[in-house]
C-alpha cells in the first residue's frame, strides 16, 4: 500500500553550494519539505556541505578529482542502505558525476542517482568525453532497471532531449547540448524497452524503457525550462533550456503525484542559474 504522505525527491544544480547559500538556498530548502535532495556541481569539500546542510541530513558527496570542480551530492532523511559512485570502464574517471543510493521506502526498495553530465564543447576532447560518459550511463541504466523496479536518476543532465527542451532550438543545432549525436542518446533513453529507436541522428539501438517525468507530466508544451543563461535578458524572457531531468524507471513513474520546477520570482532572486526540480512520488 502507498503512503499516504508522498516522498518527495528534490535535484538541483546549485553553482557552488557556498554560493547558493549565500543567495538563499537554505532558505528555500528549510520549507521544502523535501525528503531526498540531490545536488550536481556542488564545488566543495565533505565539511562545507555538512556545515551549510546542517542537522537531520544522511550526506552522501563524491567529490571530482580536480578541487573546485564538478561535484554530485544526496542528502536524505532516512537513511541509505548503500551507496555507490563507480561507472564506466576503470580508466575512465567519473569522480564527481555519478553517485547511486540505495533507501528502503515504504518496504520497498528505491535508488536515486545523482547525476552530472559533462557539458562538453563542440570538436574538443570534452565532447569526447560528454559521449564515453553517456555510453557508460546507457550501460548503466540497463543495469539499474533490472537491479529496482524503482529506480531515478536526477540531475543536470545537460542535453535537451527535444525542440520542446529549447527555446532558442534552432540555432544550437550545431552546439553542444543540442547535438543530434547527444539527443539520439536521450532517444534510446526514452523509448520503448527492447524496441528499436531510430535516433534523431539516425542511428538504431534498443530503447531502455525509462520515462521522462518532466515531459510525461507537462506533455508536448515549450520547457517547462529549468536553466536559463546569465548573460542579457534570459532569465527575464524566459530564454531557457530544459536540461535537468527526472528519469524514472516505469514502475516509479507511474507514482508521480506532483512535479514542479521552483523557478525563482525573480533574476535578483535566483540562488542558482538552475531551478530545482521537485517531485512527489507515492512510494
Known sequence: MANQTPFRIASVNVNGIR????????????DRGVDVLALQEVRAQDEHVEQLLGD?????????????????????????????????A???????????ADFEVG???LTVVSCYVHSGEVGSPKQVEKYTFLDAMTTRLAELSQHSDLALVVGDLNVGHRELDIK???????????LPEERAYFDRFFGPQGEIVEGVDGTKAPGLGWVDVGRQWAGDVDGPYTWWSQRGQAFDNDTGWRIDYHAATPALASTVKNYAIDRAASYDTRWSDHSAVVVDYAI
Do not use: C, Q
Not at 571530482?64 to 570542480?69: F, L, P, S
Open 168 to 178: 532558442n532550438w534552432k540555432g544550437n543545432r550545431k552546439n553542444s547540448g543540442f
Open 19 to 30: 554560493a547558493a547559500y549565500r543567495k538563499g538556498m537554505g532558505e528555500w530548502l528549510a
Open 107 to 109: 518496504g520497498r526498495p
Open 90 to 100: 576503470d580508466d575512465f574517471d567519473s569522480a564527481g558525476r555519478w553517485l547511486e
Open 56 to 88: 537531520g541530513w544522511h550526506i552522501l558527496h563524491d567529490e571530482a578529482t580536480a578541487k573546485g570542480r564538478a561535484g554530485v551530492a544526496i542528502a536524505s532523511r532516512l537513511a541509505p542502505t548503500a551507496h555507490r559512485t563507480a561507472l564506466g
